[in-house]
């Protein structure tokens, strides 16, 4: 299975970015999320919300 979330530590070391700020970040992210009405879990955000924040992805169907 395919993973639906990313972790502080991943988003770390994608964006080369120290712990704290990664953890800001998926602060930040989850916030927006729990905003539109979505449940959120600390410490992750899902990963298309991340894409699409972050590189401008639209994120539909079957990705690999």
């Known amino acids: 299975m395919r993973a639906q979330f990313i972790t ?8 080369n970015v120290s ?3 990664a953890y800001q970040i998926v602060r930040e992210l989850n916030k927006e999320l ?11 955000c899902p990963i298309q ?14 990705e690999n």
């Open 49 to 62: 919300f991340f894409k699409q924040k972050f590189y401008g992805l639209q994120i539909g169907g079957d």
């Open 19 to 21: 712990r704290s700020k």
């Open 34 to 44: 729990k905003a539109m009405g979505y449940i959120t879990i600390a410490g992750k």
């Open 8 to 15: 502080a530590e991943e988003i770390q070391e994608i964006m």
